[in-house]
């Protein structure tokens, strides 16, 4: 692991913004442009953090941008406030009312409708500052006359001009949102939403309420883009309507895209490219009106050949020439799996309120689910004791993982009741039920691709250290207690400890399958649900995987569906036979063996092979 | 002052500019539900058919040729995009494929601005539907009528090749499962080709068919964009019944609010598509868990 030097980022920020105005100069930048690639990357850190940590495309920033920019202008021309940071402070607080009005709408939907509702609704924000509001936001003339702030500290008075005088205000603002964005990315909040970014489906099963932290992305990109559009008032002495346009918002997803997303400093290297570059077209290629259309080709091409921008074409360039360095980890011979059971939880899972409760960890009754006319379960009841180990078995197409995902309340059941621990969890969502200590591994691997396996397991003990929703921001995830040792105690209890380190997709598919199962340990489920743990599995694999279930069905109470019936009879307590939607049978692996329907439905045919 | 015949004639006006935001709705509905591509040039597409059929019209003079030779230049350019761009974007992220279509939008319209420059442009409307129809109690300009007229068989047309040829079944499957379709051994990427086409026609046979009635600028299919994003929204995506719905109520409500005052018609017409949201979040007409 490199080793982690505490804020070297923002020291290098603060560096960069100190040397700027001695530097850019010899490369041709004048200071009214630094200013506007200052206000643009300020801009742009809350979308990244929208759209690049968590992956919600918004093309309507401009909302925000004009609102926090029209709130700060109008009480700073009004003479109803002489303050100009605190007019901006009104601005953002604006700005990210706006948001969360905006925002519950349309996070109703996801991925292209999202894209298309925001777009929708930040034209009403232009239309609604055009014509109904033009007596406060000077409709089509905007509003000039907004001052620059005069700041007196320790006896000294700065009065901020124009120019270069103008960069250090900017450039102190610029440092005050990148700092916050850092913090916000090093949270758990920020672990959270790039989680909610790789597998929206298993940051939610694995108990976080996704909707929640999307609206908080949502809401601190619109307070970001309310900041800078108060600035950009500022700077220019004047707040011009066509903030509120579709270009603006295009503007900030192009540079963003260029300059390269989830890296919070790409919307700043997009802004100087794109003023940079219509700079120079302009003047000196003397393209005029045209230097857009080379801009939109770059766009293109950069979308189509360099996904992750500028910086991340650099990051992997610099990974290439390095020649991929990383050493090839050595893998012993020896099971990943000790027969040894890892001591027992040493960390205190919270407490849930069931704890006490000693009657059947689930009951159900009656479970019933159609789509259209088919049933795809049928009047199913189906109880589970404590610390007993389920199997439920069944040819395909059963109904098994229908059951599954409704007793996990993924999918609400047509007619029936689901109680766990006594209490009634019909119609609950997947995230509170994984909170009350339910949960399940998925028959196909739903992993955060892009994330290490420690990482992986991390998004969900936060869930089960943080409760379902919580916003801490600005506290580090390394504060968060018991984290660590619980990642690090799932991890040695599917035998991937030493693979803590390792993207995902370096993994083998064994050790996917085993890190599939950690997600759901790590949630400290007292229910686990096993959607075929040995799917696809080598021989050696099943071997291991039977081992690592008999190590953590101590403490737990499990339920697996599988067709390997050698584990099956050689695991499970009880088994229950599925077929054609309806129970056929129940009872111990012998009962199950002797039953005349089984046989004929189900076992038969495996013994005729 | 809102007396009977201006409002029958703000009726008249909605219905022609909500069938025309229906046709090209249908064909934003026919690309996403075939390709599950959001196309976002589409705006800029509408705007390019308004040109082509505008340099046609220089030509020869005659309105039939622009109309035809829009719409089919709309087919060609669609397909060349498809085949060129999109092609690269089917095993990517949706969010990748809204940039790369927006940035293609830019490159047209910035294209056009190029060629055409920033000034207005007109297109007449052919000489036997100038001038104004009486219409009973009130007189109604003739092009209009003539405008709802064509985009109406447009429709219908629409209608025949999605439900009555074998392009139209394999499109309406793409709808329902795209993934299946392509186990069925059609190749898919002559259809993909195609659909694209013809969806990109959809909105440049309406650009022409509209240029009479506006003046032609390089930023024409911007707001036409949103508001044909409003219009799948509130019919519901991928639905194209839906389409032509959501077509004609947002061309009423545009139509009917700028009578009592214009400068809410857009709000009012946001206002809708939010309620629909809050309350229907699938839109009218669409199916549950899509999308």
Known sequence: ?609 | MITWPNFVSQLFNGLASGALLALISCGLTIIYGTLGVLNLAHGAMFMLGGYAGYVAFQATGSYVVAVAFGALFLVVVGAVIERVVIRQFYDRPPEDQILVTFGIGIVIVELVRLGFGSLTKTVPPPSWAAGVTPMGFLIYPTYRIVVLAIAAAALAALYIVLYRTRLGMIVRAGIEDSGMVGMLGINVYRVFMLVFGVGAMAAGFAGIVNAPVVSLTPDLGESILVQTFVVVVIGGVGSFPGAILGGLIAGEILSLTSMVNPAYSEVMLFVVMTLVLLLRPQGLLGLKGRA
């Open chain 1, 1 to 609: 692991m490199r080793r982690h030097i505490p804020l070297l980022v923002e020291a290098l920020t603060a560096i960069g913004l100190i040397a700027t105005p001695f530097v850019v100069p010899h490369l041709g930048f004048a200071p009214d442009t630094v200013n506007q690639i200052l206000t643009w990357g300020l801009f742009g850190i809350g979308f990244d953090l929208l759209y690049g940590y968590t992956g919600l495309l918004s093309f309507g920033q401009s909302a925000f941008f004009g609102t926090g920019g029209f709130v700060a202008a109008y009480l700073l021309t009004n003479n109803l406030m002489a303050n100009v940071p605190l007019a901006l402070l009104i601005g953002i607080v604006g700005a990210a009312v706006a948001g969360v009005a905006v925002g519950v709408i349309a996070l109703r939907r996801t991925g292209i409708y999202f894209a298309m509702i925001t777009v929708a609704i930040a034209e009403t924000f232009f239309f609604l500052e055009n014509s109904p509001l033009s007596a406060w936001t000077g409709g089509e003339n905007g509003l000039p006359g907004v001052p620059t702030p005069t700041f007196h500290l320790f006896g000294l008075t700065w009065a901020v001009g124009t120019g270069w005088s103008m960069y250090w205000f900017l450039a102190a603002c610029y440092f005050i949102g990148i700092v916050v964005a850092l913090r916000i990315v090093r949270s758990p909040v920020g672990a959270i939403l790039i989680a909610i970014r790789d597998n929206p489906l298993r940051a939610r099963a694995v108990g976080h309420a996704i909707g929640l932290y999307k609206l908080a992305a949502f809401v601190v990109a619109a307070a970001y883009a309310g900041f800078a559009g108060g600035l950009l008032g500022v700077m220019q002495g004047f707040m011009p309507p066509d903030a509120f346009t579709f270009d603006t918002s295009g503007q900030l997803v192009m540079q963003t895209v260029i300059g390269g997303g989830a890296t919070l400093f790409g919307p700043l290297l997009g802004a100087a490219v794109w003023l940079y570059l219509r700079d120079f077209l302009q003047a000196v290629v003397g393209l005029g009106a045209a230097w857009k259309l080379v801009l939109g080709l770059v766009f293109v091409l950069l979308v189509t050949f360099l996904r992750r921008g500028l910086i991340g074409g650099l990051v992997d360039a610099v990974a290439l020439l390095r020649g991929r360095a990383r050493p090839a980890e050595a893998e012993g011979d020896a099971p990943a799996i000790s027969t040894e059971p890892p001591p027992l939880a040493s960390i205190a899972r919270r407490r849930r309120q069931d704890d006490a409760f000693t009657g059947p960890v689930l009951e159900a009754r009656g479970l019933t689910k159609t789509y259209g006319g088919i049933a795809a379960n049928r009047d199913i009841d189906f109880t589970v004791t404590a610390g007993e180990l389920r199997a439920v078995i069944g040819p395909n197409g059963a109904g098994k993982s229908t059951f599954f995902k409704m007793l996990t309340c993924e999918v609400p059941p047509s007619a029936g009741t689901i109680r766990f621990h006594g209490r009634d969890i019909t119609g609950l969502d997947v995230s509170r039920v994984c909170q009350m200590g339910l949960t399940k591994s998925y028959q196909v691997n739903q992993l955060f691709a892009r994330q290490t396996v420690a990482q992986n397991v991390m998004v969900a003990a936060l869930a089960e250290r943080r409760g379902i929703f919580r916003l801490d921001l600005l506290r580090s995830i390394r504060s968060v207690r018991g984290l660590q040792a619980q990642v690090e105690q799932t991890l040695a209890m599917v035998g991937l400890a030493a693979r803590a380190e390792v993207p995902v997709a370096e993994l083998a598919y064994g050790e996917k399958r085993r890190l599939e199962i950690a997600l759901a340990l790590a949630a400290s489920p007292s229910l686990l649900l096993l959607d075929e743990p040995l799917a696809g599995m080598s021989p050696r694999e099943r071997v291991e995987t039977v081992q690592l279930l008999k190590n953590i069905r101590r403490g737990r109470t499990l339920i697996v569906v599988e067709h390997d019936m050698d584990a099956v009879f050689e695991l499970a307590e009880r088994i229950t036979v599925l077929h054609e939607g309806r129970k056929l049978a129940e009872g111990t692996p012998e009962e199950i063996q002797r039953n005349s329907f089984v046989q004929d439905a189900y076992l038969g045919g495996v013994a005729a092979e």
